[in-house]
T-cell receptor
C-alpha cells in the first residue's frame, strides 16, 4: 500500500519570504502522480501543483514549484514571495497512474501560517 | 462554469440515525468521488462513481454507501450513525479519464451526537 508522510505539522513564513514544505512517500509503483493541494478555511481542496513521476523536470506554477526526487521518494513544495492568502493547510497526495483517477492517498497535512 | 456543489454544508444527527449527503459535479463531469476527513484519520477515500457505476471503493464498512444518477449527481448515505462518523465529507468530480484533475466541493460537516 502507498503511504504519504508530511513531517511538518505547522510551518510559519513571513510575507514575501520563501518557505518549503516537505513530503515523502512510499510506493512500489514506477509510474504515478504527485500533487499538492491547499485547503483554506473555506474547506475546499484546491489543486496547487501536479507532478508526473515519469517527467524528470520539476513542475512549476507561478510562485509554486516542487523539488521531485524520485529515487529518494521525496516531493517538496516551495512557495516563493509568500502572500497572506497562502495561509492554509497543505496536503501532499499520491495517485497511481493506472487504475482509477480519483483515488488519492493524502498525507496528514502541514498548516502554513503567513505573518506580516 | 459552476463548481462542485455539496449540500447541506452542516448536518447534526443522533447516533443510530441515517444521513444522506448530496453532491452536484461540474457540468460535463461523469466521475464523482467521496472522501472523509477527520482529525484522527486524515483524508480517506470512500468510493468513486462513474456513469452511475461504482468504480472503486475504499476500506469503509457497508454502512457507507453511495449512488450516482443519470445526471451525474451523487448521493452518499451513512446508516446507523456512530460518533466516529463525525467528519467533513468532501466530494470531488472529474471527467473520469486518467489524466483529469479532481475538483473538490466545500464539503459537508457532519456531527453525530
Amino acid at each position: 500500500a502507498q503511504t504519504v508522510t508530511q513531517s511538518q505539522p505547522e510551518m510559519s513564513v513571513q510575507e514575501a519570504e520563501t518557505v518549503t514544505l516537505s513530503c515523502t512517500y512510499d510506493t512500489s509503483e514506477s509510474d504515478y502522480y504527485l500533487f499538492w493541494y491547499k485547503q483554506p478555511p473555506s474547506r475546499q481542496m484546491i489543486l496547487v501543483i501536479r507532478q508526473e513521476a515519469y517527467k524528470q523536470q520539476n513542475a512549476t506554477e507561478n510562485r509554486f514549484s516542487v523539488n521531485f526526487q524520485k529515487a529518494a521518494k521525496s516531493f517538496s513544495l516551495k512557495i516563493s514571495d509568500s502572500q497572506l492568502g497562502d495561509a492554509a493547510m497543505y496536503f501532499c497526495a499520491y495517485r497511481r497512474r493506472t487504475g482509477t483517477a480519483s483515488k488519492l492517498t493524502f498525507g496528514t497535512g502541514t498548516r502554513l501560517q503567513v505573518t506580516l | 462554469k459552476a463548481g462542485v456543489t455539496q449540500t447541506p454544508r452542516y448536518l447534526i444527527k443522533t447516533r443510530g440515525q441515517q444521513v444522506t449527503l448530496s453532491c452536484s459535479p461540474i457540468s460535463g463531469h461523469r466521475s464523482v468521488s467521496w472522501y472523509q476527513q477527520t482529525p484522527g484519520q486524515g483524508l480517506q477515500f470512500l468510493f468513486e462513481y462513474f456513469s452511475e457505476t461504482q468504480r472503486n471503493k475504499g476500506n469503509f464498512p457497508g454502512r457507507f454507501s453511495g449512488r450516482q444518477f443519470s445526471n451525474s449527481r451523487s448521493e452518499m448515505n451513512v446508516s446507523t450513525l456512530e460518533l466516529g462518523d463525525s467528519a467533513l465529507y468532501l466530494c470531488a468530480s472529474s471527467s473520469g479519464t486518467e489524466n483529469s484533475p479532481l475538483h473538490f466541493g466545500n464539503g459537508t460537516r457532519l456531527t453525530v451526537t
